[in-house]
């Protein structure tokens, strides 16, 4: 900014001399060639610091190509992540998709062995229905049971039981003296109706039981049977044990092994069957005195001992 003062000297002319203040030139800016700009901006400068346009559009570019993290790395990740999700999708639906078809054929499976299995237990049963009922000789019981004993007793012990029951056989142990002392006494005789619910070891020996009361040989088989029963459902009485048990009761007749090999009597043993459930017997053993169910207190001998009396 320029500014104008007087002077008055002694050889002076008295006019007024303009004097001016400039402003210090700025490095670089003159044309006489002072120092060159440290930015490198001027003519033939060397560029020193590198920190102009250049240089910045240089470290952009240095780090997009370095892997840093800018938009296009990031676009490229969101992508394989979608990726990623859409095959996990795509396994898991793979995967559920072979979960229904698996569950299908087992549905299918399980219904095939159901419907065969009910298909085998009914031709089974019609086989055993159509088989001819032969009824042994001592078969003149209500409801077809087999009769041991005086025909004259004056009380009639109805006796269902099955040879592979437990408690039958805990009967048989603990008040049977008491039921053969009253028998041969001839205060009762028995209707046996042997029952053949626990399968089929329990019809073959049923079945032999048949066989044994056509020979006369029915008590002797029944204790025989009791005194070696084995465990439910263990294979105990196949036919070879029968004929081996037979043997011991005094059945050694060929009509006796016919029938226990051919089951000759099955057909009445599921008779039997029928009738005691019509009868309403649904357990065994079940004792009835004189048409009289016995409870279980009765069947102890003192308890059985009394309820003939009852009856008489």
């Given amino acids: 900014m320029a500014s104008n003062s007087k002077t008055r000297g002694k050889g002076g002319n008295g006019r007024n001399t303009p004097t001016s203040t400039k402003p210090a030139a700025r490095p670089g800016s003159g044309s006489g060639g002072g120092s060159a700009p440290r930015g490198g901006s001027g003519p033939g400068g060397g560029v020193r610091g590198g920190t102009g346009a ?22 490229k990740a969101s992508a394989e992540d979608r990726r990623a999700k859409a095959a996990a999708a795509r396994a898991a639906a793979a995967a559920q998709e072979r979960r229904r078809r698996n569950l299908i054929v087992a549905g299918v499976v399980v219904v095939a062995l159901i419907v065969a299995g009910v298909i085998g237990f009914v031709v089974q049963n019609s086989r055993e229905e159509s088989k001819p009922v032969v009824l042994p000789a ?15 007793a004056p009380v009639t012990v109805d006796m269902y039981e099955d040879f592979q029951c437990p408690a039958c056989e805990a009967l048989e142990t603990q008040t049977g003296p008491t039921i053969r002392t009253l028998l041969d006494q001839g205060k009762i005789k028995i209707d046996y109706h042997v029952m053949s619910f626990l399968g089929p070891e329990s019809k073959r020996a049923a079945n ?7 020979e006369g040989k ?15 459902h263990t294979g105990g009485f196949t036919k070879d044990t029968l004929l081996t048990l037979g043997a011991k009761a005094g059945l050694t007749s060929q009509a006796y092994k016919d029938a226990v090999d051919k089951g000759t009597y099955d057909g ?23 048409g009289k169910q016995l409870s279980g207190t009765q069947l102890t001998p003192d308890g059985f001992r009394a309820a003939v009396t009852a009856a008489s």
């Fill in 208 to 214: 032999a039981a048949a066989a044994a009361a056509n």
């Fill in 54 to 75: 250049n240089s910045a559009a240089g470290s952009n570019s240095a780090a997009g190509a370095g892997g840093g993290t800018g938009p296009a790395r990031r676009g």
């Fill in 138 to 152: 001592a078969a003149t019981g209500s409801h077809n049971g087999i009769i041991v004993g005086q025909a004259s």
């Fill in 268 to 290: 009445y043993v599921a008779k039997v069957d029928g009738d005691a459930s019509k009868a309403g017997v649904t357990a065994t053993p079940t004792v009835l005195v004189g």
């Fill in 218 to 232: 029915f008590r002797q088989l029944h204790d025989v049977l009791y005194a070696n029963q084995p465990k439910e």
